[in-house]
Nanobody, 119 residues
Framework: QVQLVESGGGLVQAGGSLRLSCAAS????????MGWFRQAPGKEREFVAA????????YYADSVKGRFTISRDNAKNTVYLQMNSLKPEDTAVYYC????????????WGQGTQVTVSS
C-alpha cells in the first residue's frame, strides 16, 4: 500500500513558477515509477510527466515539455514537479500517482492539489 500526499499548489501569474511535492508513505516507494496527472474543469484527467523508479528516466506530455521537470528523492520518499513558464491553460488539479503497471490505470493516487494560473 502506498499513500500519497501532494502539496505546493496555489495561485500564480502567467509566466511564473511553482514546485509541487508528493510525499509517499511506505518502504516500497523506491520501487515505484511515479507520475503527475492533471484535470482541468470539464476535461478528462491527463498525463503530465513520469519518472522511473531509479529517477533516471523521465517522460513528459508534449504540452509541458521544456517547461516542467519531474524529479524524485528516494531517500525522502518524495517526488517533485517543477513548473516554469506557467500558462493559464496549466490551471488544473494536479495529482500524484504511483504505478508499477503503466499509466493507463495507476495503482495509487493522491488527493490532488489545485494550481491556478492567472493571465
Amino acid at each position: 500500500q502506498v499513500q500519497l500526499v501532494e502539496s505546493g499548489g496555489g495561485l500564480v501569474q502567467a509566466g511564473g513558477s511553482l514546485r509541487l511535492s508528493c510525499a509517499a508513505s511506505g518502504r516500497t516507494f523506491s520501487s515505484y515509477p511515479m507520475g503527475w496527472f492533471r484535470q482541468a474543469p470539464g476535461k478528462e484527467r491527463e498525463f503530465v510527466a513520469a519518472v522511473s523508479s531509479g529517477g533516471r528516466g523521465t517522460y513528459y506530455a508534449d504540452s509541458v515539455k521544456g517547461r516542467f521537470t519531474i524529479s524524485r528523492d528516494n531517500a525522502k520518499n518524495t517526488v517533485y514537479l517543477q513548473m516554469n513558464s506557467l500558462k493559464p491553460e496549466d490551471t488544473a488539479v494536479y495529482y500524484c500517482a504511483a504505478s508499477r503497471r503503466g499509466w493507463d490505470r495507476p495503482e495509487y493516487w493522491g488527493q490532488g492539489t489545485q494550481v491556478t494560473v492567472s493571465s
